[in-house]
């Protein structure tokens, strides 16, 4: 066992470290400096993966301190502001029992996930898939608990839990996590089919439980959770279930049957990358109703020229993949106005009032308005039908000014019918909670989401330009996108955990907007010839 937990290490250690200095040499200016012969250094490279190995195990506790605080205890925090500690308690364990219980124990299991580290230790290496499962499991779910117990005992001790108590819900979802991968075990071996593959099933249950996990919280409604929980029985049924299923993973015969299985299904190692690229390419690839343009669409063409003319045609002969992220997210947002509108007659005496209600929504908006913007699809199917072919010649990037535009206007239009959407939502939210029809407070929240349309539309446009970070086969090769990105979306969470007042929110969203669309048009006209190029 000692053993094949060390290859296991060094297989995970090896692989991070030269992924690591594969995106190392993708970077500008430090990147030219590492060439390919750094993958043969092996001294170095032990000393990198040491640092490589610290990394993750850093990594894997800073992701449990996200997932905690920024799903479970910063949406209590801001949605529960008014209710008493003990309830905001009650609240924090009925959201990390749907999330973690329930969701999480559906949508994945380790016995049966398709990895390429499964697929280099078994199938390469001809490491025994016993052993292998068996250190597997142990370094997973000790891991796990040691990753999330710190997380836990800061955010639930801050809501007034004993240490006592954190520690035995870390210890719960453990064993629970135990249980879950047995039954994944045992239901691949009745049917022959792997639960996570289920795509349907899996969407259903995460859907169901994130609505029973957040309703509650927004209704006021206390559920009786976290008694059932913490209970003494709950406990003793959990942890015995719990050993008895890491009883029976250490014991079980079968994971030869199973590995191949998952290795199979996927076959990671070789088949990945031209799974993605097929999958990618899929995405983009146009309906052939797409080239018939009836008389209406032929003389909205014949009125323009140039770079109009050429996006004209594009647009309406790429229609489907421009309309379809749209409509998504249009049926999206009326389900959801909808349903929030019945939930606010319904519970019209449940819910707080005006004005504290529009308070509560304005922190949330950054996150959901970069989750509605329709700019990463749309850039994606102009790069792989339009401008793959046509950057390679000079006259095209020269030009990249002109029909950043004309591209600009147009993602503007489709994601500010997403935003209209929205805003009509929360405007019928809002007077069938007992609300203004008009008010100060509802005409800045429709100013702040109109405003981070435009943003975000800005926002992905620019970025496709300046860093280009499609290669031929659209899988993203720029790291400097990834991590803008990120710093972009972060601040969904740093305006969540801050929640800043009202006015000052929306005159920074709209100060951004307008600085961000004049810094983009004037980065873009200057070096946009030298950057939008294919990579």
Known sequence: ????????????????????????????????????NLYANLELKKVVSIFALIFTQLFGVILRFLYVGLMIFLPVMALGEALPEEERLKHFVHIFTMLSFIAAS??????????????????????????????????????FLVYLLPAMLLFITLLGASIFEAFQLAVLITMWRLIAEYAHLKFFEKTGKVLVKQVAIVWI??????????????????PPTEAIILSLPAGIIILVGGLYAAYNLARYSGYREVVDAATKRDDPLMDLGRMMSE?????VKTKDSDYVVDSKGRTKIEAKDGYAYLNAIFFIRHRSLISSPVNKRLAIV?????????????????IQVLDVKLDVIFPFLILIMYFLSAGENLC?????????????????????????????????????????????????MNIAAGGEWLSIELLMLWLCVISLSIFFSVHHLFMYYILQP??????????????LNMVVSSASGFSIFMRPPTKPFTIVI???????????LLLVRKYGEKTFRVK
């Open 1 to 36: 066992m000692l053993k094949t937990f060390n290859s296991l290490l060094s297989i995970r250690a090896s692989t991070t470290t030269n992924l690591l200095i594969f995106y190392i040499q993708k970077l500008p200016i430090i990147g030219k400096h590492l060439k390919d």
């Open 106 to 143: 559906v949508s994945s299991a380790t016995v049966l996930e398709p990895k390429r580290e499964k697929y280099v230790a078994v199938k390469l290496m001809r490491m025994s898939p016993t052993r292998y499962m068996q250190a597997t499991f142990a370094f997973r779910y000790v891991t």
């Open 205 to 222: 249950v995460i859907f169901a439980s994130y609505a029973a996990a957040y309703f509650p919280l927004i209704l006021s409604m206390v």
């Open 279 to 283: 999958s990618q390419q899929k995405s």
């Open 334 to 350: 009326g389900a959801f106005g909808v349903l929030g509108t019945i939930l606010a007659l319904i519970f019209n005496d449940h």
């Open 380 to 428: 994606k199917a102009m790069f792989y039908n339009c401008d793959l072919s046509l950057m390679r010649y000079s006259f095209y990037r020269r030009s990249a000014f002109q029909h950043f535009r004309i591209r600009l206007v147009k993602l503007i239009s489709l994601n500010m019918l997403v935003a209209t959407a929205l805003g009509l939502s929360f405007t019928a």
């Open 470 to 483: 499609y290669s031929t086969e659209l899988n993203l090769k720029n790291p400097l996108y990834i991590i």
């Open 510 to 520: 709209v100060a951004l907007m307008f600085i961000y669309l004049v810094v983009g």
